[in-house]
Nanobody, 127 residues
Framework: QVQLVESGGGLVQAGGSLRLSCAAS????????MGWFRQAPGKERLFVAA????????YYTDSVKGRFTISRDNAKNTVALQMNSLKPEDTAVYYC????????????????????WGQGTQVTVSS
């Protein structure tokens, strides 16, 4: 079992930065692939970024490549999403997700692949 709590959301102007953090509890965090998703009002939940449990592999949706960076610290049971050059279209609730998997370099970009979800944190980017 993995429990996830996101933090770090807020209101920022276009071009600004935010750093989201996801704190995980549960003994299997270091064996979990992690992901960030986002959901805008009235829209479906979409993939943003993923990282393997080793931290050695990352994957991003095209719209955030070069702007967002996902990272993890297995010693602290945390995963972060550094978001730079934010745009109004990045406005959404951001969710952290985890999947227990014994594959050190696997990453997943589909929501059904993840068994555990946080409650979400709101990110609002003003123009």
């Amino acid at each position: 079992q993995v429990q996830l709590v996101e933090s770090g959301g807020g209101l920022v102007q276009a071009g600004g930065s935010l750093r989201l953090s996801c704190a995980a509890s549960g003994r299997t965090f270091s064996n979990s692939a992690m992901g960030w998703f986002r959901q805008a009002p009235g829209k479906e939940r979409l993939f943003v970024a993923a990282i393997s449990w080793s931290g050695g592999r990352t994957y991003y949706t095209d719209s955030v490549k070069g702007r967002f960076t996902i990272s993890r610290d297995n010693a602290k049971n945390t995963v972060a999403l550094q978001m730079n050059s934010l745009k109004p279209e990045d406005t959404a609730v951001y969710y952290c997700a985890a999947r227990e998997i014994y594959c050190s370099e696997c990453v997943y970009d589909s929501a059904p692949n993840y068994a555990y979800w946080g409650q979400g944190t709101q990110v609002t980017v003003s123009s």
